[in-house]
């Protein structure tokens, strides 16, 4: 999962998108209106957290142009992450199309817990993953084939994540830079190349991640 996360407060920011980096997830930083603005011109996120107060402008007001400004890329889910806990500033964040809203100061196993959730709704498989041989479990990043647990990396766990998600599809290494990586990777670099070969090597034989010559990489949905 790609995560846009905006936040003008750059120690909590900095706290915040480290937690869920370590948890396997990619996350964008955005501490004013214009450069989460820019950040959803371009990219398609899974889960964005609105910070309300920012220096610039209303987070509020950005929320609510994701719905009536087609520029803008939607996220599948939003999640207000704010101090203003009235019950007004609660229901003008769900009614300007959040999915979430959760009061700072909170606890940070929360928000992963919370961001879990959101990423269930469009997800009929719960917590856990199950592709052939390979059985995944989101909640405690834990990995198996055959019943054999993997020793993964968070970037080699959020990768096989991310064809488990789309078994039997063909995925440019483009289409993983965008869902696996943030923003500080180079799209010149080998990054994708090397973990995917790590993560190949990992899973064992016979071979699981095929490549499709010219058009990117497959999971193969069958069993071996």
């Known amino acids: 999962m790609r995560i846009l996360l905006i936040e003008d407060d750059p120690d909590l920011a900095e706290v915040v998108a480290l937690g869920l980096?370590?948890?396997s997830y990619a996350v964008d930083l955005a501490t004013t209106y214009a450069e989460a603005e820019e950040s959803l011109l371009s990219t398609?996120?899974?889960?964005a957290c609105f910070d309300l107060g920012l220096p610039d402008g209303?987070?509020?007001?950005l929320l609510r142009r994701l719905t009536r400004d087609p520029e803008l890329r939607r996220p599948r889910r939003t999640i207000v992450l704010t101090a203003r806990d009235?019950?007004?500033d609660r229901v003008a964040g769900l009614?300007?199309?959040?999915?979430?809203?959760l009061v700072k100061p909170f606890h940070f196993a929360e928000l992963v817990a919370r961001v879990r959730a959101l990423s269930r709704r469009d997800d009929a498989r719960g917590t856990t993953l199950s592709v052939g041989e390979l059985?995944?479990?989101?909640a405690t990043h834990t990995a198996w084939r055959s019943g054999a647990e993997l020793d993964l990396t968070p970037r080699e766990f959020s990768l096989l994540r991310y064809f488990m998600h789309h078994p039997g599809e063909v995925l440019s290494a483009e289409d993983l830079l965008e869902h696996v990586w943030d923003s500080h990777a180079n799209p010149f670099t080998a990054s994708v190349r090397v973990i995917?070969?790590?993560?190949?090597?990992?899973l064992g034989e016979p071979a699981l991640i095929v490549t499709i010559t010219g058009a990117g990489y497959r999971l193969r949905?069958?069993?071996?």
């Not at 209303?58 to 007001?61: F, H, I, N, S």
């Not at 995917?196 to 990992?202: E, G």
């Open 21 to 23: 980096r370590n948890e």
């Open 44 to 47: 398609v996120y899974d889960v």
């Open 58 to 61: 209303e987070g509020l007001d």
């Open 86 to 88: 009235a019950v007004a």
């Open 95 to 101: 009614d300007a199309g959040a999915d979430d809203y």
């Open 135 to 138: 059985t995944l479990d989101l």
């Open 196 to 202: 995917l070969s790590r993560l190949r090597r990992k």
């Open 221 to 224: 949905a069958e069993p071996s």
